[in-house]
């Protein structure tokens, strides 16, 4: 008895070695580096907030004061009486970036998919560069401090910055389609915490020379490689020539399953195809699709709250754990930031092998509602993590995995499967524009999490921020569980059929 098409599976690593050439591994590379740079930027601002702060201090403050003349000239770069007000604005600056982020994410998507998207990514990433280049370099070289300035600047490298994700993202979505997008998904979106290992050692290397040269290297490597992705991204297979995803496997009568949008119904007819998001030819270039119209589209409002929540638990280990062990523990801050890099290493492992087993499954949500039950307990153990650092790196690892796991696949593999979904394919763009919007909306979640977090450790200790990261991480399940009992029910339903067909 022959098996219904929706249960004819391919095997997704066979699918996606035939397909690979050396196109997909450059295109690959480039938007993996690309955003790895617009992420080191990011932290580096965070790695020399130590020094901006000592610099926007009075200098009467040090001990050598007495010694400096004139007094007015070694006291004109000062903005604050004291360090905490310095670090309160540093603080300031991480929630207006955070805001402009998430705004331009809305705006940038849209743009993405009316627009060639190699033009846009690398527009974002030279602009950005250039603002970074201001905000750190010129202004010390310069010696001029504002703060209305610094704050303008760095609204603008948020809106710039933003430019970054929703472009990668469908350029991947174009090359690779459902046949191991989970698990290529899951190894490319590595590329944010590579992005911030780079940012901490291009910054140590030239600290001592000052603050102002640790943003001139960041900036320097970033407008260069966005010279790279303007002459090297090829955003289509249809640029060199290689046919659209899909069109290759139906004409070598692969199993059209395989390839199918994650989102799309289970009653499409066996010759459709996945057409590219980008398509070069003008002739059959699709119609953006408008910003509503992706709204509305199945999956993308629950995914995007769902999203909210988790970017705010995932973002806060990102701000938070490096000041969480030095000020629970009292462990000294270098160490405490090379114990938190065993966060990122969790989810880039999480990352890459839940996406490879949704891959298998043929669907996301019931993996990403086991992953986060068990993050739900991890967060409770590491609340309670004793004073060790081995025992510390290895629950924070595992913590990691079930958190920083999801996070990527919604904010990689599933963006793409809800912007390729059968009700907008072949007619219209909407991969950048539904990134943006899922991504736009978890920073908005991330961003007002910071003011939360602090808030809640000031008032309530910090059992109460591991509490709320808990009802945050069940609060993204609940977003998600419309979508976990349909997938589950057509798991079983699968199941029976095939049961039926043996």
């Given at each position: 008895?022959?098996m219904?098409g929706?249960?004819?599976?391919?095997?997704a690593?066979?699918?996606?070695v035939?397909?690979?050439t050396?196109?997909?591994?450059?295109?690959?590379?480039l938007t993996f580096?690309?955003?790895?740079?617009?992420?080191?930027?990011?932290?580096?601002?965070?790695?020399v907030?130590?020094?901006?702060?000592?610099?926007?201090?009075?200098?009467c403050?040090?001990?050598t004061?007495p010694?400096l003349?004139?007094?007015?000239?070694?006291?004109?770069?000062?903005?604050?009486?004291?360090?905490?007000?310095?670090?309160?604005?540093?603080?300031?600056?991480?929630?207006?970036f955070l805001?402009?982020?998430?705004?331009g994410l809305f705006v940038?998507?849209?743009?993405g998919?009316?627009?060639?998207?190699?033009?846009?990514?690398?527009f974002?990433?030279c602009?950005?560069?250039?603002?970074?280049?201001?905000?750190?370099?010129?202004t010390?070289?310069?010696?001029?401090?504002n703060?209305?300035?610094?704050c303008?600047?760095w609204?603008?490298?948020?809106?710039?910055?933003?430019?970054?994700?929703?472009?990668?993202?469908a350029?991947?979505?174009?090359?690779?389609?459902?046949?191991?997008?989970?698990?290529?998904?899951?190894?490319?979106?590595?590329?944010?915490?590579?992005?911030?290992?780079?940012g901490?050692?291009l910054?140590?290397?030239?600290?001592?020379?000052?603050?102002?040269?640790?943003?001139l290297?960041?900036?320097?490597?970033?407008?260069?490689?966005?010279v790279?992705?303007?002459?090297?991204?090829?955003?289509?297979?249809?640029?060199?020539?290689l046919?659209?995803?899909?069109?290759?496997?139906?004409?070598?009568?692969?199993?059209?399953?395989a390839?199918?949008?994650l989102?799309?119904?289970?009653?499409?007819?066996?010759?459709?195809?996945?057409?590219?998001?980008?398509?070069?030819?003008?002739?059959?270039?699709?119609?953006?699709i408008?910003?509503?119209q992706?709204?509305?589209l199945?999956g993308?409002?629950?995914?995007?709250?769902?999203?909210?929540?988790?970017k705010?638990?995932?973002?806060?280990?990102?701000?938070?754990?490096?000041?969480y062990?030095?000020?629970?523990?009292?462990?000294?801050?270098a160490?405490?930031d090379?114990l938190?890099?065993?966060?990122?290493?969790?989810?880039i492992?999480g990352?890459?092998?839940?996406?490879?087993?949704?891959?298998?499954l043929?669907k996301r949500?019931?993996?990403?509602?086991v992953?986060?039950?068990?993050?739900v307990?991890?967060?409770?153990g590491?609340?309670?993590?004793?004073?060790?650092?081995?025992?510390?790196?290895?629950i924070?690892?595992?913590t990691?995995?079930?958190?920083?796991?999801?996070?990527?696949?919604?904010?990689s593999?599933?963006s793409?499967d809800?912007?390729?979904?059968?009700?907008?394919?072949?007619s219209?763009?909407a991969?950048a524009t539904?990134?943006?919007?899922?991504?736009?909306?978890?920073?908005?979640g991330?961003?007002?999490?910071q003011y939360?977090?602090?808030?809640?450790?000031?008032?309530?200790?910090w059992?109460w921020?591991?509490?709320?990261?808990?009802?945050?991480?069940?609060?993204?399940i609940?977003?998600?569980?419309?979508?976990?009992?349909?997938?589950i029910?057509?798991?079983?339903?699968?199941r029976?059929?095939?049961m039926?067909?043996?």
């Amino acid at each position: 008895m022959a098996m219904p098409g929706s249960l004819r599976r391919q095997p997704a690593n066979r699918g996606l070695v035939s397909h690979c050439t050396h196109h997909h591994i450059v295109v690959f590379l480039l938007t993996f580096f690309s955003y790895s740079l617009l992420h080191a930027s990011r932290k580096t601002f965070s790695n020399v907030k130590v020094s901006i702060s000592s610099q926007w201090t009075p200098f009467c403050l040090n001990s050598t004061a007495p010694e400096l003349r004139p007094y007015e000239l070694w006291n004109s770069s000062h903005l604050f009486p004291n360090a905490e007000e310095a670090t309160l604005f540093l603080g300031t600056l991480d929630t207006i970036f955070l805001f402009s982020y998430a705004v331009g994410l809305f705006v940038s998507g849209i743009v993405g998919d009316r627009l060639n998207l190699r033009w846009v990514l690398s527009f974002g990433m030279c602009s950005s560069a250039l603002v970074v280049f201001s905000f750190g370099t010129l202004t010390e070289w310069l010696h001029f401090y504002n703060k209305w300035f610094y704050c303008c600047l760095w609204v603008v490298n948020g809106l710039l910055q933003s430019t970054g994700w929703p472009c990668v993202v469908a350029v991947m979505g174009n090359w690779f389609g459902k046949a191991g997008r989970g698990f290529v998904f899951g190894l490319w979106s590595a590329c944010a915490s590579v992005g911030n290992i780079l940012g901490a050692f291009l910054a140590s290397c030239v600290l001592k020379y000052g603050y102002e040269y640790a943003f001139l290297v960041t900036a320097s490597v970033q407008f260069a490689g966005g010279v790279i992705v303007f002459f090297g991204l090829l955003t289509s297979p249809k640029e060199v020539g290689l046919p659209e995803l899909g069109a290759d496997e139906d004409e070598a009568s692969v199993e059209e399953d395989a390839n199918r949008p994650l989102m799309g119904s289970d009653d499409v007819d066996d010759d459709d195809r996945n057409y590219s998001i980008q398509a070069t030819d003008n002739d059959n270039q699709p119609k953006a699709i408008g910003f509503f119209q992706a709204c509305c589209l199945p999956g993308v409002v629950l995914y995007s709250l769902a999203y909210a929540c988790l970017k705010l638990v995932n973002y806060s280990f990102f701000f938070w754990l490096p000041f969480y062990l030095s000020n629970n523990f009292g462990w000294k801050e270098a160490e405490a930031d090379q114990l938190s890099i065993w966060y990122d290493v969790g989810g880039i492992i999480g990352g890459t092998i839940q996406g490879l087993i949704s891959d298998v499954l043929q669907k996301r949500a019931p993996v990403l509602a086991v992953s986060l039950l068990f993050a739900v307990g991890s967060l409770f153990g590491y609340s309670r993590s004793p004073n060790s650092k081995p025992i510390n790196a290895v629950i924070m690892a595992i913590t990691g995995f079930f958190i920083g796991g999801p996070s990527n696949m919604i904010s990689s593999a599933i963006s793409a499967d809800l912007g390729r979904q059968d009700v907008v394919k072949g007619s219209s763009e909407a991969l950048a524009t539904v990134t943006g919007i899922v991504d736009g909306t978890g920073s908005i979640g991330a961003a007002v999490g910071q003011y939360l977090v602090s808030l809640i450790q000031e008032n309530l200790g910090w059992m109460w921020v591991f509490y709320f990261f808990i009802l945050m991480t069940s609060s993204t399940i609940l977003f998600i569980s419309p979508l976990i009992v349909r997938e589950i029910r057509l798991l079983l339903h699968e199941r029976r059929l095939r049961m039926l067909a043996e």
